[in-house]
């Protein structure tokens, strides 16, 4: 892109300016001569184009935004559209995507990034490169590859000729720790610690390390003693090490060890001036888990105190919630609900604060076991509009079940039933081993059986107790198909049996074709089948299979008999010798006689179910 410049020094245009200049300024000097400078471009403004790297640095950008949303498909459409307007991209932007891909758990894709960065026409890989893949597959538990790597890297036989650097170590510790794998981890020390020796002081960071690993790996207690080699080397404890030794005593249940590190902490502090050790928002959160879970009222309420007392502590969210659940757990109901009103009120001011759903889970829990069914019902009707975050599924129905509960503890049997109905016919189920099934059985026991809303079945022909041989279909009447058939030559079973039962050469049975996976008119039926099919015993109790029948929705389920297993005509010791299908079952029972005025029409019958 080329510039000239053109100077104007005409007469005329001199002698118009300065008549200009004598008429709004009659009495001023005379002007003096000057040069008027105008830059032109020999290319039209709007051919011009931004220079590659620019671009790339905000397609770099990009890319970080779109892995913190686990966009992974996103990035790799918007990396190849960069390719084919760009050219080869440079090693800082496919760090980018490979980070991405470590951080979405795609190693495999972390992976092919990396092999194609090392290929010759493209941009190659650096340190930076060879310490992601390593940290992908320490996260993917893939340690044997990522010590091969390693090894390569420190022989100089690894594609760029990266050197070993305390980045690549970290990282690889870093996922091993965070697994739990403490025996790798110190192996990595062992091997390739003295590379962490190199820099200032990272030693700390190590054994800061050290004590996470055994947290996570459920030894909370192990992690104590480090902080005795620490003082015997020599090192200095920071904030982060302080905190998780914190953490370990809290998990470990040495509330007592926990106050000491945390007095130390502030002495520390305090004595040597050293503003980054005292305690952090991170420390009294910690505490307050700790002596909630202990229910010890008194010292949580110091912490809380402690803790608004703070000039420069910055109460967030997260603290905030932990100082509400501590207080529930201590049975203050009145103390968790003045801080929750704190939260509401100072997230009118910073919304940050607004309390994620969790938090009014936890108040809408508390207050439906003492049957306060007005604050319940106040939670759930704020849940939407004050709440921050994503409200899931299942903390909708959860919130749905304890507005029903708290309902039914305060004695309020027919608010209880209708929210039930509601919870039935929103959800379609309700889950009979969750608190809300626990509440939905206490109303049937109340309402009564011909009173039931479920629509229940009885079993009137047969006794529960009973064998399921008695009542079985022998394999022969099921008319089994041989496993290598190809669909196209028993298609139309499917259209009036929605279940068959495969078998093999020996006549047993290895899986059940349902009529919505024969996909395929020229392959064989043994491709298609689920397997292996769900067996009981023929002493297996009928009503056993029934459960099995209406809680996994099995449309059919296999009888086997064992045989003795040192017989030499069937090598697995048994043999199938019938089926049982929920069409068998639902011509069994026979619902519950009600008077017509009492007859609720709510949901759908088990059958129904199976027909879908």
Same mark, same amino acid.
């Given at each position: 892109?080329?510039?000239?410049?053109?100077?104007?020094?005409?007469?005329? /245009?001199?002698?118009?300016?300065?008549?200009?200049?004598?008429?709004?300024?009659?009495?001023?000097?005379?002007?003096?001569?000057?040069?008027?400078?105008?830059?032109?471009?020999?290319?039209?403004?709007?051919?011009?184009?931004?220079?590659?790297?620019?671009?790339?640095?905000?397609?770099?950008?990009?890319?970080?935004?779109?892995?913190?949303?686990?966009?992974? +498909?996103?990035?790799?459409?918007?990396? +190849?559209?960069?390719?084919?307007?760009?050219?080869?991209?440079?090693?800082?932007?496919?760090?980018?995507?490979? +980070?991405?891909?470590?951080?979405?758990?795609?190693?495999?894709?972390?992976?092919?990034?990396?092999?194609?960065?090392?290929?010759?026409?493209?941009?190659?890989?650096?340190?930076?490169?060879?310490?992601?893949?390593?940290?992908?597959?320490?996260?993917?538990?893939?340690?044997?590859?990522?010590?091969?790597?390693?090894?390569?890297?420190?022989?100089?036989?690894?594609?760029?000729?990266?050197?070993?650097?305390?980045?690549?170590?970290?990282?690889?510790?870093?996922?091993?720790?965070?697994?739990?794998?403490?025996?790798?981890?110190?192996?990595?020390?062992?091997?390739?610690?003295?590379?962490?020796?190199?820099?200032?002081?990272?030693?700390?960071?190590?054994?800061? #390390?050290?004590?996470?690993?055994?947290?996570?790996?459920?030894?909370?207690?192990?992690?104590?003693?480090?902080?005795?080699?620490?003082?015997?080397?020599?090192?200095?404890?920071?904030?982060?090490?302080?905190?998780?030794?914190?953490?370990?005593?809290?998990?470990?249940?040495?509330?007592?060890?926990?106050?000491?590190?945390?007095? +130390?902490?502030?002495?520390?502090?305090?004595?040597?001036?050293?503003?980054?050790?005292?305690?952090?928002?991170?420390?009294?959160?910690?505490?307050?888990?700790?002596?909630?879970?202990?229910?010890?009222?008194?010292?949580?309420?110091?912490?809380?105190?402690?803790?608004?007392?703070?000039?420069?502590?910055?109460?967030?969210?997260?603290?905030?919630?932990?100082?509400?659940?501590?207080?529930?757990?201590?049975?203050?109901?009145?103390?968790?609900?003045?801080?929750?009103?704190?939260?509401?009120?100072?997230?009118?001011?910073?919304?940050?604060?607004?309390?994620?759903?969790?938090?009014?889970?936890?108040?809408?829990?508390?207050?439906?076991?003492?049957?306060?069914?007005?604050?319940?019902?106040?939670?759930?009707?704020?849940?939407?509009?004050? =709440? =921050?975050?994503?409200?899931? #599924?299942?903390?909708?129905?959860?919130?749905?079940?304890?507005?029903?509960?708290?309902?039914?503890?305060?004695?309020?049997?027919?608010?209880?039933?209708?929210?039930?109905?509601?919870?039935?016919?929103?959800?379609?189920?309700?889950?009979?081993?969750?608190?809300?099934?626990?509440?939905?059985?206490?109303?049937?026991?109340?309402?009564?059986?011909?009173?039931?809303?479920?629509?229940?079945?009885?079993?009137?022909?047969?006794?529960?107790?009973?064998?399921?041989?008695?009542?079985?279909?022998?394999?022969?009447?099921?008319?089994?198909? #041989?496993?290598?058939?190809?669909?196209?030559?028993?298609?139309?079973?499917?259209?009036?049996?929605?279940?068959?039962?495969?078998?093999?050469?020996?006549?047993?049975?290895?899986?059940?074709?349902?009529?919505?996976?024969?996909?395929?008119?020229?392959?064989?039926? /043994?491709? /298609?089948?689920?397997?292996?099919?769900?067996?009981?015993?023929?002493?297996?109790?009928?009503?056993?299979?029934?459960?099995?029948?209406?809680?996994?929705?099995?449309?059919?389920?296999?009888?086997?008999?064992?045989?003795?297993?040192? =017989?030499?005509?069937?090598?697995?010791?048994?043999?199938?010798?019938?089926?049982?299908?929920?069409?068998?079952?639902?011509?069994?029972?026979?619902?519950?006689?009600?008077?017509?005025?009492?007859?609720?029409?709510?949901?759908?019958?088990?059958?129904?179910?199976?027909?879908?």
């Amino acid at each position: 892109m080329g510039f000239f410049t053109t100077t104007i020094t005409s007469n005329a /245009m001199q002698n118009h300016l300065l008549s200009l200049y004598s008429t709004k300024f009659p009495s001023s000097n005379p002007l003096p001569t000057f040069k008027i400078t105008f830059s032109y471009s020999s290319t039209p403004t709007r051919r011009r184009f931004h220079k590659p790297h620019h671009s790339l640095k905000r397609l770099t950008f990009r890319i970080v935004q779109l892995t913190r949303r686990r966009q992974l +498909e996103q990035i790799f459409e918007e990396v +190849e559209s960069a390719k084919r307007r760009y050219g080869k991209l440079n090693t800082i932007v496919m760090n980018a995507v490979m +980070e991405a891909c470590v951080h979405c758990g795609d190693t495999e894709s972390a992976l092919k990034v990396f092999d194609e960065m090392c290929k010759s026409e493209s941009c190659g890989v650096d340190g930076v490169s060879y310490g992601t893949l390593l940290k992908g597959l320490g996260v993917a538990r893939r340690i044997d590859e990522a010590f091969q790597i390693l090894e390569s890297v420190e022989m100089g036989t690894a594609v760029g000729s990266p050197k070993l650097s305390a980045p690549m170590i970290f990282g690889l510790l870093n996922a091993l720790i965070s697994a739990g794998d403490i025996r790798r981890a110190k192996g990595l020390l062992a091997r390739y610690g003295y590379l962490l020796h190199e820099s200032c002081n990272p030693s700390i960071l190590v054994y800061n #390390l050290l004590m996470k690993g055994y947290i996570s790996a459920g030894c909370p207690q192990d992690a104590l003693p480090v902080h005795d080699e620490i003082l015997e080397l020599g090192l200095t404890p920071d904030r982060l090490t302080y905190n998780t030794l914190i953490s370990a005593c809290v998990k470990a249940g040495k509330l007592d060890a926990a106050m000491q590190f945390f007095d +130390e902490m502030k002495d520390k502090a305090q004595n040597f001036s050293r503003d980054k050790l005292y305690p952090d928002v991170v420390t009294y959160t910690t505490l307050l888990q700790g002596f909630g879970g202990a229910k010890d009222l008194l010292s949580v309420l110091k912490i809380v105190y402690e803790m608004k007392m703070h000039r420069n502590l910055v109460i967030d969210r997260t603290a905030f919630t932990a100082m509400v659940d501590a207080l529930l757990n201590c049975g203050s109901m009145n103390g968790a609900v003045c801080v929750f009103g704190e939260i509401i009120k100072r997230a009118g001011v910073n919304p940050k604060l607004r309390p994620k759903p969790h938090l009014y889970l936890s108040l809408m829990r508390a207050f439906a076991s003492q049957g306060d069914y007005n604050m319940v019902k106040n939670l759930h009707k704020r849940l939407w509009p004050d =709440s =921050s975050g994503a409200i899931s #599924l299942a903390l909708q129905e959860e919130a749905d079940h304890l507005l029903m509960e708290a309902a039914l503890n305060d004695g309020q049997v027919n608010v209880a039933l209708e929210n039930l109905t509601n919870v039935v016919l929103k959800w379609k189920r309700i889950p009979w081993t969750s608190r809300g099934g626990m509440v939905a059985m206490r109303i049937e026991a109340l309402l009564g059986f011909t009173n039931s809303i479920f629509s229940p079945y009885l079993l009137p022909q047969v006794s529960p107790s009973e064998p399921i041989e008695s009542i079985m279909m022998p394999l022969k009447a099921a008319k089994p198909l #041989l496993g290598t058939l190809h669909l196209k030559k028993v298609v139309m079973r499917f259209f009036w049996d929605q279940v068959v039962p495969i078998v093999d050469d020996w006549g047993c049975c290895v899986g059940l074709l349902h009529r919505e996976d024969c996909t395929e008119l020229n392959a064989p039926l /043994m491709t /298609m089948m689920r397997s292996p099919p769900p067996c009981v015993t023929t002493t297996t109790s009928i009503g056993h299979v029934v459960d099995l029948i209406l809680e996994k929705m099995y449309r059919m389920v296999v009888v086997v008999k064992y045989s003795n297993l040192n =017989s030499s005509t069937n090598s697995s010791g048994s043999k199938t010798v019938g089926v049982f299908t929920a069409e068998q079952l639902f011509k069994l029972v026979v619902p519950v006689q009600r008077p017509l005025e009492q007859e609720r029409t709510l949901g759908r019958r088990w059958c129904e179910n199976f027909d879908t």
